[in-house]
């Protein structure tokens, strides 16, 4: 399979064999291609810089067993309450002042209910709307009429990810199926607000269901717009406390053929970066990641701190890219 052949059009038809083959490609030479596709859509010095903010934590009724906030886990996760207005329009001017150009809340929920707590997180994307920055959420399952009121508030984007492949997401979850993530994604879709959907690789997955989530992924009938690639954090209390954290190796691997197969695609190096060296993530921004989250934590894991990034982005030549520029817009 030659790079021309990959990068003739955008496709939406990839066989898992295909795919297969682009994993496994001596690793070097993956490195190479994905960073010539990647130019050729993209800036190649240019990175979205996002904030994620927990505005309402912990307390979750699913059982994702990676996951800090579920309720029926014992974790140092405390349960907090929907943050206050002020409190979130403060953090948001925080993450515009320090550079961030995207800034997504997340809510521990199952599913968006139509009750006060929706309409005050309406009320809170609009307002950060109004700041200038991209918002993003990601609060559960919706269904059509939930996102399209999302998109009257202002919402640019909505995070929901697959997690693993179809085959392995049970032994993962068994509170909600993977059709239902299938479908919030197409109500998101539906309602003209940019998806951003991607997984999280290490736990105990096979390099078959990294590929296989892959294949969901880049045969939607539209690329998601982002596709975050986390490694898992393992925290004391869950059931994978105990998984063996997942090379840098397999982070390039995943973010080089998702950069293949969905060109366009804002490809975001997400949970995970604290365990990787300078080098090692700028490895990744060579095989086509342009995307991360800065600050000092992700919901209630830990991230990069600001400082440290900025110090990344002067020493590797990066710049962060401008906010509402069109996702995967090709560059002359």
């Keep these: 399979m030659s790079l021309n052949s990959l990068t003739a059009e955008i496709r939406n038809n ?7 083959e682009i994993y496994e490609k001596p690793l070097l030479e993956l490195i190479y291609e994905a960073s010539q596709v990647h130019r050729k859509y993209h800036t190649g010095s240019e990175v979205q810089v996002c904030t994620l903010l927990s505005v309402k934590t912990g307390g979750c009724p699913e059982d994702c067993a990676y996951c ?8 140092d996760v405390k349960v907090q309450a929907l943050l206050q207005e002020e409190t979130v329009l403060a953090a948001a001017q925080k993450a515009k002042a320090a550079g961030s150009t995207r800034f997504c809340m997340g809510a521990a929920w199952r599913e968006v209910r139509d009750n006060r707590d929706f309409d005050r997180v309406l009320g809170m994307v609009s307002k950060v709307n109004d700041i200038g920055l991209e918002v993003c959420c990601t609060l559960g399952m919706l269904n059509e009429y939930q996102a399209q009121r999302l998109k009257e508030a202002g919402l640019y984007a909505y995070n929901h990810n697959l997690d693993t492949s179809g085959d392995h997401y049970e032994k993962i979850i ?5 059709e ?6 197409e109500n998101v879709r539906n309602a003209g607000i940019s998806v951003c959907s991607g997984g999280i690789i290490g736990l105990g997955e096979t390099d078959e269901d990294r590929i296989e989530m892959l294949h969901v992924l880049s045969n939607l009938p539209e690329h998601p717009e982002s596709v975050p690639v986390n490694a898992l954090v393992p925290v004391a209390g869950t059931p994978l406390e105990h998984q063996p954290r997942v090379s ?18 804002m490809v975001r190096l997400s949970a995970g970066r604290t365990e990787m060296s300078l080098p090692e993530q700028a490895l990744c921004f060579m095989a086509g990641a342009n995307s991360i989250f800065s600050g000092d934590k992700l919901l209630t894991t830990p991230n990069p701190g ?10 590797l030549g990066l710049s962060p890219r401008k906010a509402f520029k069109e996702a995967g817009e090709v560059v002359a």
């Design 306 to 315: 600001v400082n440290e990034d900025q110090l990344m982005f002067q020493l």
């Design 68 to 75: 800090p906030q579920a309720a029926r886990y014992h974790t």
């Design 248 to 265: 840098v190796w397999e982070m390039i691997r995943m973010i080089a053929t998702a950069r293949i197969t969905m060109p366009r695609t």
């Design 174 to 178: 068994t509170t909600r199926k993977y």
């Design 180 to 185: 239902d993530r299938l479908n919030t994604i």
């Design 14 to 20: 990839w066989t898992p064999e295909e795919i297969k």
